[in-house]
DNA sequence: ATAATTGTTCACGAGGCAGA
DNA sequence: TCTGCCTCGTGAACAATTAT
């Protein structure tokens, strides 16, 4: 280890401070992704005075390691000013912040290095234990506040860029759809016809028991935009199977209600991929526009359709994709498809686009954490 | 007979409670 | 503080049934 290595525990200490007087302030919770948010704990009839305090800037930590995937739980608190956590958690705080940087020390804690520290330190024997004499333990390199500051910007820098990529999906398929109802919604067509005459569900695709393909699962897909974050690599054993510009729609409980769909555009050109048997495949048919079909699979009257249709017992409902045939919407008029697709198709590839963009941000992110470890 | 669809169960991650 | 246990959500495996 380098000289410049610092023991951790020289500049934090714990913080004390239970919730005796009972306030009533914002009541958080905190997860392996490292960060804080409202908790979601029952709290009827629970007695919220052995509820510790957080104040900004400090720190929360749950020491039981050994059940939370191979991570720990920490983050750095700055959604509020004050707010409760559970006693199950440890929060503590940097003596001097003019020394080291709470910001900075939380680049640290994000490092996978120190999950993977934080677990073979941990010790017990019905539960593993990361302890506050391990935490003051730790050793991590401490440069001089100013290069942490500047380690700590240039991260931000990135995660700025990433947030603002973000916002611009985000507004580009609020674009995207709004365009869409304009023109197939809001428009004017009395004469009605069935989903299965521009769409087709599932389309017939090869792949060989055991063939290695790019695989997809449900964690793949986001809530919120068209985007897949990542893919796997294996063996072909069943499953939904997909192409560029296809699009998945998740038919069970709750991921339907949640709103993951996707677009696909991550694989190579008349590549095959395979994904989570909970998806229904849906494909443009001739003539017909895909960022139509994902606009449609977007679109909240055709999702409340799909999720009156679910059937199934104990909880677990799905979709069954010849309902979704059977969908009843306005007649299309061709020209109206050309012009729709038209618009639409700088939209979608400026979103490919970004989201790829993003993919790189997060792997410079990643090595800026990496580099930290020279940094002493 | 084989594949696809549908129903059921299992495991377990994750967050947290509460009594000793 | 320690630790036994609960609850909810969810993906995946497995089983049963139906279609081809």
Known sequence: MRESYQKLGNYIQPVV???????????????????????????????????????????????????????????????????????????????????????????????????????????????????????????????????????????????????????????????????????????????????????????????????LTSYIEMANLSETSMCINGKTERGYQGGSRFQNEDILLARITPCLENGKTAFVNILNPNEVAAGSTEFIVMRAKKNISPYWVYCLAKDDEFRAYAISSMIGSSGRQRVHEKYLEEY??????????????????????????KSKENQKLTELKELVLAKMAQSG
């Not at 020209?335 to 686009?353: C, G, W, Y």
């Open 328 to 353: 009843s919407l306005p007649k299309i008029d061709p020209q109206n498809m050309i012009d729709f697709h038209k618009s639409a198709r700088p939209i979608f590839e400026t979103v490919k686009l």
């Open 17 to 211: 401070g239970r919730n005796t007087e009972l306030r009533d302030i914002p009541l958080m919770g905190l997860s392996i992704n490292k960060v804080f948010f409202p908790s979601i704990a029952n709290t009827i009839g629970t007695n919220m005075g052995t509820y510790r305090i957080i104040k900004r800037n400090q720190f929360g930590y749950g020491p039981v390691t050994s059940r939370n995937g191979e991570k720990i739980t920490i983050a750095l608190f700055k959604d509020h000013d004050e707010a409760l956590i559970s006693q199950a958690y440890t929060p503590f705080e940097v003596k001097d912040k003019n020394k080291l940087d709470p910001e900075y020390l939380m680049m640290w804690f994000r490092r996978p290095e120190f999950d993977r520290y934080a677990r073979f330190k941990s010790h017990g024997s019905a539960r593993e234990i990361f302890s506050w004499d391990e935490m003051c333990d730790v050793m991590l390199p401490i440069p001089s506040i100013e290069k942490q500051r500047e380690i700590v910007a240039e991260y931000q820098a990135i995660e700025q860029r990433i947030q603002i990529n973000q916002k611009l999906i985000e507004k580009l398929e609020e674009t995207a759809q709004a365009i869409y109802r304009e023109w197939f919604v809001e428009f004017e067509n009395y004469e009605s016809t069935f989903l299965e005459e521009y769409i087709e569900t599932n389309p017939k695709l090869e792949l060989k028991k055991g063939e």
